[in-house]
């Protein structure tokens, strides 16, 4: 790859990966905006052809495959480094532990995606007939989209800057209007969700705001609730997932084993030195690497969604019967971390395989991402860090796994009967959706969203549902790739935007 094609690369990784990490900040979870990859050089390659003239034959396009290398490496800047700063590093902000030591941070969150993308490497041949939902759904952008579709992503993406810069610069422009959000990535996010998502975000907007005395208390009562109900489906519908016959096979796989051995105690090194903390759970935390890394692989292929969440939980509750000094939290972040880039490398697999890439070059790029990533995106948090909790990036998954941590380390005794009723109740009703998705109807989403409406706000969760019901009247009248490329620009022209404004400040 040519130096100027690898400089642009590079730099529309960069601005994905902050915008990313914007929107994770807001919202609480990571976004597949890296898709935009595709886009960006795509346009940027049609436009040196127009102005090249009589030369343009000459300008050597990328091909299907280099779009698949173009993703590894943009994918592998972004996903699990954005989804560490968003949950384990913001909650070590907002608890104020977190580490003043950003060089030897950048570092531990290199080795943490590196033992992740050669999890994923040496899980791949376990995974070779999974469906993957999102490495199919890039495979179509790469291949079906034209130059129509091309048009309206960039009029939507220009719409959306130019409105973002009226909002920001033009005081007397409201930031919600009756209710809903005018933040354009809300509406983007909501469509990306899909009608049913975004119901249960409206859903459990009504329930946790409308009422003006809540039958179940308020403040963190109420967020025990919801913690409560979440963990307890996140964590019965991992366990119900059963990939014992793959884990014993990697168990067992001695190259797999020593491999992990040797990053894991790069990675515990670099952990020590940023937190301080004994190696005195060194060991376990070895033994389960693997496992988790390789659940959250699995749970990607299946569903398109990597259960970050489920696995922290599950750790934090394995842990805490550990006897060692320190926060839980910086550890979790040494078990989540190669599960994050496993599961988000082994969809890019995917997607080379059916695009026919080089499975080694694959590698080479995705490598390059977790590297670049981590130096890129470590600074950048620093700069946003004084920003986390509140208004503008109140870090709701931070939030929860705080909430989680706090209810883990306090007596149960010590609970108010509030508490202690609003976590049965979420426990049931945890349990019962799940078996109501298992039992009665499969094509439910995950209960997760109702209840991560608490951190949220209602004009966002109006607004989501907007976004929601548009995609859904669109649905039959607009492709699938239109439609992912249309409601993208919007997060990913606010998102970019305001990162970048915020940086300059």
Known sequence: MSLSR??????????????????????????????????????????????????????????????GYYLSMTTGMSFSTVTLLSTVLAALVLSGLFPDDPVTLILWVVSLNVMGTFLAWFFRKHLEKAAFPSARAAVSLIENTDSQEHRAFWWTFSATSVWVFLKGFMKWIPSSVMGLSLSPVFLGLGGLLGFKTSILFFLGGLFFFLPEQHILGEGDELAWFSVSAMTVYMLIDFT?????????????NKRIVLSLTLFSFVSLFFFHRVFGLSFFPVVLMVLLIMPCALLASRATAETDVAPIGALGKLGMVILFFIPFKGSLMPWI?????????????????????????????????????????PTVLIPVFLKFKELVGTDLFPAPAAQIWNQFLEMMSTDVMQYSDQLKMNLTSGAILGLAYWLVKKKVWNQLPSVVPFCMAYFLDFQITNTLLIGGFLAWILAKRVSKENQLLVWTAMLGAESIIMSVVLLGY
């Open 6 to 67: 690898s400089l642009v690369l590079v730099l529309t990784g960069f601005l994905l990966s902050v915008g990313s990490l914007y929107i994770a900040l807001k919202v609480g979870f990571a976004v597949g905006i890296s898709l935009l990859t595709i886009v960006v050089i795509k346009g940027i390659e049609a436009s040196i052809q127009k102005v090249s003239g009589v030369f343009h034959e000459t300008v050597k396009t990328s091909s299907s495959q280099d779009y």
């Open 240 to 252: 119900a997932q059963k990939p014992w016959k793959e884990l014993t096979a990697n168990l067992l």
């Open 333 to 373: 972040g040494q078990l989540i971390g190669p599960a994050a880039a496993s599961s988000d490398f082994s969809s890019d697999l995917k997607c080379g395989s059916i695009l026919k890439c080089r499975p080694g070059l694959q590698l080479n790029y995705q490598l390059a991402g977790a590297v670049i990533g």
